[in-house]
Nanobody, 125 residues
Framework: QVQLVESGGGLVQAGGSLRLSCAAS????????MGWLRQAPGKGREFIAA????????YDTDSVQGRFTISRDNAKNTVYLQMNSLKPEDTAVYFC??????????????????WGQGTQVTVSS
């Protein structure tokens, strides 16, 4: 079992920044594919970014466009999502998710068996 707890969401003006954190327990993030996904009102969950066991990273370039960065701190067993130049269309509930094992980067919600409770990000115009 993997437990995930997100934090760092909130209300920010367009152009601002936020850093989301995801504290993991039950498995080390260094041996797990960790992803960030989001769900806007009335829409399905969409992939944003992931980092896998060997440090490889992937982003949804259409939505992120170099504004977001995923990273991890193995000592704290925590994964981060730094979000810069936020836009109103980034408003959503952001979820941290985990897919254990030494696997390729997961880019779809169905590939993640473990999820956090989500943290709300609201970007005002």
């Amino acid at each position: 079992q993997v437990q995930l707890v997100e934090s760092g969401g909130g209300l920010v003006q367009a152009g601002g920044s936020l850093r989301l954190s995801c504290a993991a327990s039950g498995r080390t993030v260094s041996s797990t594919n960790m992803g960030w996904l989001r769900q806007a009102p009335g829409k399905g969950r969409e992939f944003i970014a992931a980092i896998n066991w060997n440090g490889g990273r992937a982003y949804d370039t259409d939505s992120v466009q170099g504004r977001f960065t995923i990273s991890r701190d193995n000592a704290k067993n925590t994964v981060y999502l730094q979000m810069n130049s936020l836009k109103p269309e980034d408003t959503a509930v952001y979820f941290c998710a985990a897919s254990p094992g030494f696997v390729r980067i997961r880019k779809t919600p169905d590939e993640y068996p473990y999820w956090g409770q989500g943290t709300q990000v609201t970007v005002s115009s």
